[in-house]
C-alpha cells in the first residue's frame, strides 16, 4: 500500500523543467559585434574593428587577393590579429595551442604554457635569421580567445613579448577588438576575411596610379599598408 502511495505520488508530482544555460555577458574585449561594447575610435575591417591609438602604424597581412589579418606595430613591438571561425558549442584555442607548440618545437624553438591575461598562452622562443647566417631566438607570445562561432589569436613580438609595461598597450588591443562574424556558414579554423576601409582603398588606388611605395588614407591617426 505504501509502494503505491508513493507511485502515485510521483505521477502525480509536477516534472522537473531543465533550463537552459546561457553564457554570462562578457565583462571585457574582445567583443563579438553582438555585444554592448563599449565606443572607442576604431578601424572598420570587415571581420574586425580594430582600435587605434597615437603612434600606431597598420599593416594588413594578404594571402593572395584577399586580407586575412592585420598587425599592429608600436614603437619596438609587433601585433599581429587573425580571427576564424569556430563551431558553435566549444573553443578551439587548447586543439590550436597544442598544434602551435608542436609546430615551434619541431622549427628547433621552445614552447611552454602559461597563465596570461587572457587565459592559457605560449610562451614561445622562436628561431630567426640572424646577420651573418648565424641563427637566433625571438621571444613570442601567443594569445587566444574563444567568441561565440569565432576564436582570436593574437602574436605579440619585440619588446612586448619580455616587457610588460610595453606588453600593455597591445593586450589593450586585444581587448577592444570587436569582431564580425557574420551568420554564413563556415568550417572551424576558416580565416574570417577582411577589407580594406574605403578610405584605405582609395589611398590604395591612388598609391598604384602614381606608384608610390606608402600611402597615408587617414588624415590622423594610423598608418594602413599592406604586406603579402
Same mark, same amino acid.
Given at each position: 500500500?505504501?509502494?503505491?502511495?508513493?507511485?502515485?505520488? !510521483?505521477?502525480?508530482?509536477?516534472?522537473?523543467?531543465?533550463?537552459?544555460?546561457?553564457?554570462?555577458?562578457?565583462?571585457?574585449?574582445?567583443?563579438?559585434?553582438?555585444?554592448?561594447?563599449?565606443?572607442?575610435?576604431?578601424?572598420?575591417?570587415?571581420?574586425?574593428?580594430?582600435?587605434?591609438?597615437?603612434?600606431?602604424?597598420?599593416?594588413?597581412?594578404?594571402? /593572395?587577393?584577399?586580407?586575412?589579418?592585420?598587425?599592429?606595430?608600436?614603437?619596438?613591438?609587433?601585433?599581429?590579429?587573425?580571427?576564424?571561425?569556430?563551431?558553435?558549442?566549444?573553443?578551439?584555442?587548447?586543439?590550436?595551442?597544442?598544434?602551435?607548440?608542436?609546430?615551434?618545437?619541431?622549427?628547433?624553438?621552445?614552447?611552454?604554457?602559461?597563465? /596570461?591575461?587572457? /587565459?592559457? !598562452?605560449?610562451?614561445?622562443?622562436?628561431?630567426?635569421?640572424?646577420?651573418?647566417?648565424?641563427?637566433?631566438?625571438?621571444?613570442?607570445?601567443?594569445? /587566444?580567445?574563444?567568441?561565440?562561432?569565432?576564436?582570436?589569436?593574437?602574436?605579440?613580438?619585440?619588446?612586448?613579448?619580455?616587457?610588460? !609595461?610595453?606588453?600593455?598597450?597591445?593586450?589593450?588591443?586585444?581587448?577592444?577588438?570587436?569582431?564580425?562574424?557574420?551568420?554564413?556558414?563556415?568550417?572551424?579554423?576558416?580565416?574570417?576575411?577582411?577589407?580594406?576601409?574605403?578610405?584605405?582603398?582609395?589611398?590604395?588606388?591612388?598609391?598604384?596610379?602614381?606608384?608610390?611605395?606608402?600611402?597615408?588614407?587617414?588624415?590622423?591617426?594610423?598608418?594602413?599598408?599592406?604586406?603579402?
Amino acid at each position: 500500500m505504501l509502494r503505491r502511495r508513493r507511485r502515485a505520488e !510521483e505521477e502525480t508530482a509536477p516534472a522537473f523543467v531543465r533550463e537552459e544555460s546561457h553564457a554570462p555577458a562578457r565583462t571585457t574585449g574582445p567583443w563579438d559585434a553582438e555585444d554592448d561594447y563599449p565606443e572607442a575610435e576604431r578601424v572598420d575591417l570587415g571581420g574586425l574593428r580594430l582600435p587605434v591609438g597615437p603612434g600606431f602604424e597598420i599593416q594588413l597581412s594578404m594571402a /593572395g587577393d584577399q586580407v586575412d589579418g592585420v598587425i599592429v606595430l608600436v614603437e619596438e613591438s609587433a601585433l599581429q590579429v587573425n580571427a576564424f571561425a569556430a563551431p558553435k558549442r566549444n573553443g578551439i584555442w587548447d586543439e590550436v595551442r597544442a598544434e602551435l607548440a608542436r609546430e615551434v618545437v619541431a622549427a628547433g624553438g621552445s614552447a611552454e604554457d602559461r597563465d /596570461g591575461p587572457f /587565459g592559457p !598562452e605560449i610562451a614561445a622562443e622562436v628561431p630567426v635569421q640572424g646577420q651573418g647566417q648565424t641563427q637566433g631566438r625571438q621571444p613570442v607570445r601567443y594569445l /587566444g580567445v574563444d567568441g561565440p562561432r569565432w576564436f582570436l589569436r593574437a602574436v605579440i613580438s619585440g619588446r612586448a613579448a619580455v616587457d610588460p !609595461e610595453a606588453a600593455r598597450t597591445l593586450e589593450d588591443v586585444v581587448r577592444g577588438i570587436v569582431v564580425v562574424r557574420g551568420d554564413e556558414p563556415m568550417p572551424p579554423k576558416e580565416a574570417i576575411q577582411l577589407r580594406l576601409p574605403a578610405e584605405a582603398r582609395q589611398a590604395m588606388e591612388e598609391q598604384q596610379a602614381s606608384r608610390q611605395q606608402e600611402f597615408r588614407p587617414f588624415e590622423r591617426g594610423p598608418e594602413i599598408s599592406e604586406i603579402r
